[in-house]
Every structure is written in C-alpha cells, then in structure tokens.
C-alpha cells in the first residue's frame, strides 16, 4: 500500500527581524535556494524593537536577539546607515533620525546638505551590518558601499539617502540609477552576499 506523503519543506526557515517587506524581498531575491525568509509579521510577531544603541552593530543585535529570545529559532536583523567622512561619520547610526526624531529622508537629506555646504570633501560610504543567530550563535556580516556625496539632490527611486549618493564608479545618484544598478552593489547586497556564502557553505 502507499504511504501517505509528509507534507514537510526542506527549506530551512530563518526568521527576518523586520516588517518591512521591501527589504524582505530584496534578501529573498539575494539568497540561494534552501532558506525560507520569513518577517515578523509572518512568524505571526507583533512587536517593535527600539534601535537605542550608538553602533550598528549593537542596533543589528538588539533586534535579533530579541527576537530570539521570544522564539529560540534561527533568525537574523540588519541595521544600515550613512557615513559621511567630514562628518565624522555622522549621521551614521542616526541616518533614520539625522534631522530629529520624527524627520523623513527629505528633511535628511537637506539637513546633511546644509552641514556639507561648504565641504569639498564629499567622501561617504553606506555601511550594513547583519547580526545573524544560527543554532544559538551570533555572527556578523558587514557590507559597505564607497561614493559621495551629490551638492544636490537628483532621481526619484530608491528611499533615504539615494537622491543625494552617487555610487563609485557613477556619475549619477543612487536614486537616478534605479535599484537594477543598486542592487548589484548596494551595502545591503554586498553584507547579504557574505551571510549567503556563509549558508551556503554550512548547508
Ligand atoms: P535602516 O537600517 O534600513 O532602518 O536604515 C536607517 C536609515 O539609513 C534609513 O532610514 C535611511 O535613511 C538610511 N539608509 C539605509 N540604507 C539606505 C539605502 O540603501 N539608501 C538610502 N538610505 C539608506
């Protein structure tokens, strides 16, 4: 007689430390075959953890070990901002919030365009750091971005920062090269790259 089939997947689930599905997708898309991304909301998790902390790598490792704590399963955050070399790395780990606490991009955006004024120096650098927990244990991956800063800004893709950060290796804002170019070499694609590798490797 033939036996009833489990219905079981052999992918292996890791729990994403974020509702934003934008950025869901975009990881989805990055990871080879054999791991499930699953957000918050679909591991049926309300909540909304705070980003106190002065690194992003303290930020990334808040979320995912919150997250781990409620569930005990494999899950992963990431945490991301932009560095601005005349600023001393401002705004940094405050890029979200760079013009007050309830500032959107454009208020950023013109903030950090004012304070760089009369800066010839628009070096910057986009940096992710992925805090990663697997079987219990926590790794980073970090992925950065080099480029500079436009004097204005320009496109209308992308989200935060895009319109005024042109890229090495462009002469265009990341908001005018779309997320096709983005996506090859973003810091959020370069930090994904990395933990890919390192799943790949321990499959
Ligand atoms: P989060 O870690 O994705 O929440 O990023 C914090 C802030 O950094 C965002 O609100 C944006 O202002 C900025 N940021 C992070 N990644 C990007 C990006 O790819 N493009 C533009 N801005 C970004």
Redesign the pocket.
Known sequence: MEQPQANFSLMKQLIFASN?IH?ADEIRALLNNGFEIITLKEAGIDIDIP?PHET?EK?ASEKSTTIFKITQKDCFS?????EVAALHGAPGVR??R?AGDTSN?TD?NMLLLKNMRDISNREAQ?K?VISLILNGEEIFFEGTCKGSIAYEPSGVD?????PI?IPEGHNQT?AELGLSV?SKI???KNAIAKMNDFLQSIK
């Open positions: 934003n950025k980003e992003l930020n990431e945490d991301s901002g932009l890029s979200a760079y991009a950023n986009f992710t992308g989200f935060g920062y895009d950060f990341f983005k973003s810091h959020r």
